[in-house]
């Protein structure tokens, strides 16, 4: 396929373009171009081609697809570390973590940051995101190097925006996205040059559209080709802005209660407060001693909250700590047992926390 498609494509843009304004706008402006190129500098014929076909194939920048995937990445890293913006609400229990269901998913791996996705393959449930719009941009890439939106009378420019929103639909497959966009051009070829007959002297009869028929459908195959090879990080990315991690989840949390009677979190000898805030909150008991008093979370160190109910007699609102830490950005690991701790006053009682269950 690939040295079938070089042929169509000698040097860098196929002379049987000519048919149109714009291929040979773009033919005259490349051998000029090339002119001023030193020979020992120019590309070989197969370098042309595979630039051609990664340029046209591309329908986002990359700086658009690693801004995507570092932004995402980013905020990911930080819900893993309990770490959240100022507006962010982190009530509902996502295994050990508290998540805000408003930025967040709760996955089979974990919490992810809901949008804009940073591992596709982290949010199986990924649904469309009401915030994103199609804007196609012709038939080029995106913020670089336009190619010629047809071939003489046909146009492709609807078939190109039409591919553009294809790769932008939530859950679309490349193939499907693709494999349309081939059949769209070629219908554009066949309505623009339709079969003409003409019989000459001596009994002949010919087509006169049948060779720009042809290579119009040559450029069509061209273009397919292109994007079936080389578009899958532009498919990638479209989806990373297309779709949210997660559509509305339930919000599974923990009310708090009294220090007799404080509801387990899902991680066992975890309890859960309700903080001053009226959030849930999940605890792992710890000694009462030296615990800071606060008038909010935010005022507690990063990760801990401020809760009014505890065993900690007199202690009023003081700072607690959560129920697990993060080693290294892996997975959630207990702190310490509380027991070696428990020569004084604890914030629970340890031999019943998690007794109770939310389950």
């Not at 492709?156 to 925006?161: L, N, R, Y």
């Not at 929103?165 to 939530?170: A, L, M, P, R, S």
């Not at 019989?199 to 087509?207: E, K, N, R, S």
């Amino acid at each position: 396929m690939l040295n079938m498609t070089r042929r169509l494509l000698p040097a860098w843009w196929p002379k049987w373009a000519g048919g149109g304004t714009a291929a040979t706008a773009a033919t005259a402006a490349t051998a000029a171009t090339a002119a001023a190129v030193p020979a020992s500098a120019a590309p070989g014929a197969d370098e042309r081609f595979d630039n051609f076909m990664r340029s046209i194939a591309s329908q986002a920048t990359r700086r658009d697809a690693l801004r995507v995937t570092a932004n995402g990445a980013f905020l990911s890293f930080m819900a893993t570390l309990g770490l959240r913006p100022a507006h962010a609400a982190a009530d509902c229990l996502c295994g050990r973590q508290l998540y805000d269901p408003a930025l967040q998913c709760c996955t089979p791996t974990g919490v992810q940051t809901k949008s804009p996705i940073a591992d596709l393959a982290r949010c199986p449930d990924r649904v469309a995101s009401p915030r994103y719009t199609c804007v196609p941009n012709g038939c080029g890439a995106e913020g670089g190097q336009s190619f010629p939106g047809g071939y003489g009378a046909a146009s492709f420019i609807g078939c190109c925006s039409a591919h553009d929103c294809c790769y932008g639909t939530c859950r679309s497959a490349q193939a499907s996205c693709d494999g349309a966009f081939g059949n769209c051009m070629r219908a554009s070829c066949d309505a623009a040059y339709p079969p003409s007959l003409v019989t000459l002297p001596g009994g002949i009869t010919i087509d006169r559209n049948r060779v720009n028929r042809s290579l119009c459908r040559g450029q069509a195959n061209a273009y397919e080709s292109a994007v079936a090879n080389f578009g899958g990080d532009a498919h990638t990315a479209a989806q990373q802005n297309a779709c949210d991690c997660c559509g509305t989840q339930n919000c599974p949390t923990c009310p708090g209660g009294t220090c007799s009677s404080l509801p387990s979190c899902q991680d066992p000898g975890c309890v859960c407060f309700q903080t001053v805030e009226g959030r849930g909150f999940c605890h792992l008991p710890q000694s009462c001693a030296g615990l800071a008093s606060c008038t909010s979370s935010s005022s507690c160190p990063s990760g801990w909250a401020c809760v009014s109910v505890t065993c900690c007699s007199g202690a009023g609102a003081i700072c607690i700590r959560p129920c697990f830490t993060l080693a290294g950005g892996a997975a959630a690991q207990r702190i310490a047992p509380a027991v070696a701790e428990s020569t004084g006053p604890m914030t629970a009682p340890v031999s019943t926390a998690g007794a109770k269950s939310l389950r």
